[in-house]
């Protein structure tokens, strides 16, 4: 929100330098049930904006304040150099990272066809409908009736297998044995699979192959294929593994 600054979303960004696949940018079609827990949504957003507006405006009447402010050239000068950091926008095109420019534009070609603002570029609210995803199992079914069988068709809509052959019925708390469709075998809960989301571990333990898991992952090719297509043939290695840390701390503890 630039608005109290006296500056507009277009005169400090340039939407051709805007990743198309942006990885964030969701919201949850329960996230109700979390404020009722933390109680996150203690101001509503018109009266946020407005308040946040008001103490930038209070600021800005300050001349002392006034003047250390950035203007929109001081702005873009540090996009550019943000930009130029590797990862960022020209670094990826200067360097010829084609790898990165397929997972954030999908190709050169498809950024080259973005307009600038002055070429009629608009900006837009994406829908806010929900989309529903199939969990790969009876989500009407009580948890205390899940029982070997329904893991046994959670894991096949990920494309693997659940290696355990029994579990208490109900039982979401005690880890089963499960093997994803590149053989990697893990252990995991039936809650962290079917309720958190997750599943193999080891998949994405070194680099980003989501186009390669979409083919084989029907749950996960929910989320994948409408946006990406089924053509994502890029992978790009971690510098650092979130699972390793992960386990470090867990060795460590
Ligand atoms: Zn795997």
Redesign the pocket.
């Known amino acids: 929100n630039l608005a109290p600054l006296g500056l507009k979303y277009e005169d400090v960004y340039d939407p051709r330098e805007m990743a198309i696949f942006n990885f964030h940018g969701q919201w949850f079609t329960d996230s109700k049930l979390l404020d009722d827990y933390l109680h996150f949504r203690c101001v509503d957003h018109d009266a946020y904006i407005a308040g946040m507006n008001e103490e930038v405006e209070a600021y800005m009447a300050n001349p002392m304040i006034a003047a250390m402010m950035p203007n929109a050239e001081q702005m873009r000068a540090k996009n550019a150099q943000i930009g130029h950091k590797e990862g960022g926008f020209h670094w990826m095109f200067e360097n010829n990272k084609e790898d990165y420019i397929k997972a954030f534009f999908g190709s050169r070609e498809r950024q080259a066809q973005i307009k600038s603002f002055e070429e009629g570029y608009k900006l837009y609210r994406p829908s806010e409908k929900e989309t529903y995803l199939d969990h790969g199992y009876d989500e009407s079914k009580p948890t205390s009736e899940l029982d070997i069988n329904d893991m046994e068709g959670a894991a096949k809509f990920r494309g693997g297998e659940c290696l355990s052959e029994s579990m208490k019925k109900g039982d979401l708390f005690t880890p089963l044995k499960w093997r994803?469709?590149?053989?990697?075998e893990?252990k995991a809960t039936p809650n962290l699979i079917l309720n958190g989301g997750h599943w193999?571990p080891?998949?994405n333990r070194y680099e980003w192959n989501y186009g390669e898991i979409a083919k084989v992952n029907p749950f996960f090719a929910q989320v994948w294929t409408p946006i990406n297509g089924n053509t994502c043939d890029y992978k790009i290695k971690k510098k650092v593994s979130e699972f390793d840390i992960l386990k470090e701390i867990k060795d460590n503890l």
Do not use: K, S, T, V
Request: net charge negative; hydrophobic share 35%.
């Open positions: 994803c469709a590149f053989g990697h893990f193999c080891e998949c």
